[in-house]
């Protein structure tokens, strides 16, 4: 199985920041890697995609990067409505593997 | 709109079973393979398993392999797991998700539905 490593496991920043996120894979991916955004009691909802293309309807402070094994998470500028959970997804074999998750709270 | 709507979650003991439904609309279901995640509480997202469009194919984690079964009835546009001898571990929210290849992201999630196993 492909084990993805997630850091930081949790992170404190304030409205304004820019925040980094980053997910290494134990072994070369491509581009297949995913972001989601989870919030308590709501669905999931993926922000990137191949790690750098932007889902429809995300705002666009939001950008990822990566190939191979190395992947980023970046929010050029906090809102608000960021503060969350974050994860990264392989999509290059099953079975798909998750990050730990980033949980995201207000400094 | 487009929505899954998951059901079938609830109390159930040790070698028990349930079977989880998701009720899929505002898109053409059979288009789409659909899978199943789920989240034990206070842990991370687990993928669970995948069907293609029309059945052909499908794939389990390990963790649930012979126990449980995906299923779908393009028809009604449903999908199903059904879930046998079930174990404490298998305690999550189970997630209805959307994706349109094996290898793309999971574009559309549910709500989720909880499953507790506790005698």
């Known amino acids: 199985d492909i084990q993805m490593t997630q850091s930081p496991s949790s992170l404190s920043a304030s409205v304004g920041d820019r925040v980094t996120i980053t997910c290494r894979a134990s072994?070369?991916?491509?581009?297949?890697v995913n972001w989601y955004q989870h919030k308590p009691g709501k669905a999931p909802e993926v922000l990137i995609y191949?790690?750098?293309s932007l889902q429809s309807g995300v705002p666009s402070r939001f950008s990822g990067s990566g190939f191979g094994t190395d992947f980023t998470l970046t929010i050029s500028s906090l809102q608000p409505e960021d503060f969350a959970t974050y994860y990264c997804?392989?999509?290059?074999?099953?079975?798909?593997?998750f990050g730990q998750g980033t949980k995201l709270d207000i400094k | 709109q487009l929505q899954l709507v998951e059901s079938g979650g609830g109390l159930v003991k040790p070698g028990g079973s349930l079977r989880l439904s998701c009720a899929a609309s505002?898109?053409?279901?059979?288009?789409?393979?659909m899978t199943w995640i789920r989240q034990a509480p206070g842990k991370g997202l687990e993928w669970v398993s995948y069907i293609s469009h029309t059945s052909t194919y499908t794939n389990y984690a390990d963790s649930v392999k012979g126990r449980f079964t995906i299923s779908r009835d393009n028809a009604k546009n449903s999908l199903y797991l059904q879930m046998n001898s079930l174990r404490a571990e298998d305690t999550a929210v189970f997630y209805c998700?959307?994706?349109?290849?094996?290898?793309?992201?999971?574009?559309?999630w549910g709500q989720g539905t909880l499953v507790t196993v506790s005698s």
């Open positions: 998700a959307r994706i349109t290849t094996p290898y793309s992201q999971i574009d559309y």
């Open positions: 505002g898109f053409t279901f059979s288009d789409y393979y």
């Open positions: 997804q392989q999509s290059y074999s099953t079975p798909y593997t």
């Open positions: 191949g790690a750098s």
């Open positions: 072994q070369s991916i491509s581009s297949y």
